[in-house]
């Protein structure tokens, strides 16, 4: 069954560092989403991606966030001087052909900001 | 902002007891949607609910949207260890690229 896959599952870094997540969407979706859930808070829209670029983004997405799709595989997540609240998951999703098909979360990456 | 409201947050129960989980809001949904988290992974959907008054069931998990469509219910009969996660409710805005907006969940314990 196809699956949305996330690396790494947990990153520390420390304050100030850039990091980068990584997620390889079902190969035939069309929209991408980045979700965090900071530890026993409910689960965070970030961003969603469509046709190449962002198509809407929360208050949380500010200029330290950016996402990219590099290749036709990859949808990658860059946060680039890390704070400590940063500490969550981060889950990527992805959905198919429409919007309103289902959308299919990957396992999540458990970042850490020492 | 359209929020969601679960209730309760928490609950522990013991196996083959029923439990009823809340969500609601002030706002009319088009639809509304059911996920379970466990821990370490990400949210699995469990149903979506369009219709106001709908009800769905999934083997013992039994859905249902208000009439009003501003409300869900989940109900659980006889439940079991393996039904404890997070069970959050979740709306998704179609018309501005399928965001999706989740209640802060209700934290499901099932004691065997």
């Known amino acids: 069954e196809p699956e949305v896959t996330q690396t790494p599952s947990h990153q520390v870094t420390q304050m100030g560092q850039e990091v980068i997540l990584r997620c390889v969407p079902i190969?035939?979706?069309?929209?991408f989403y980045w979700y965090r859930q900071i530890l026993g808070q409910k689960v965070e829209f970030l961003v969603s991606?469509?046709?190449?670029?962002?198509?809407?983004k929360s208050e949380i997405f500010d200029d330290q966030f950016s996402v990219e799709r590099p290749d036709g595989s990859n949808f990658t997540l860059k946060i680039r001087s890390t704070k400590l609240e940063d500490s969550a998951m981060y889950f990527c999703?992805?959905?198919?052909?429409?919007?309103?098909?289902?959308?299919?979360f990957g396992q999540g990456t458990r970042l850490t900001v020492v | 902002t359209q929020l969601l409201e679960q209730s309760p947050q928490f609950l522990s129960i013991q196996e083959g007891e029923n439990l009823t989980v809340y969500c609601n809001s002030s706002?009319?949904?088009?639809?509304l949607q059911w996920y379970r988290q466990e821990p370490g992974e990400g949210p699995v959907l469990l149903v979506t609910?369009?219709?106001?008054?709908e009800v769905k069931k999934l083997k013992r998990l039994t859905f249902q949207f208000g009439d009003a469509r501003k409300d869900s219910s989940l109900h659980i009969t006889a439940a079991q260890p393996g039904d404890t996660g997070l069970y959050l409710c979740?709306?998704?805005?179609?018309?501005?690229?399928?965001?999706?907006?989740f209640g802060q969940g209700t934290e499901l314990s099932v004691k065997p």
């Open positions: 979740a709306r998704s805005r179609y018309n501005q690229g399928g965001k999706i907006i």
């Open positions: 609910v369009v219709t106001g008054g």
């Open positions: 706002s009319v949904f088009s639809s």
């Open positions: 991606f469509y046709n190449n670029e962002i198509s809407e």
């Open positions: 999703a992805s959905s198919g052909q429409s919007m309103n098909t289902e959308a299919f």
């Open positions: 190969s035939n979706h069309l929209y």
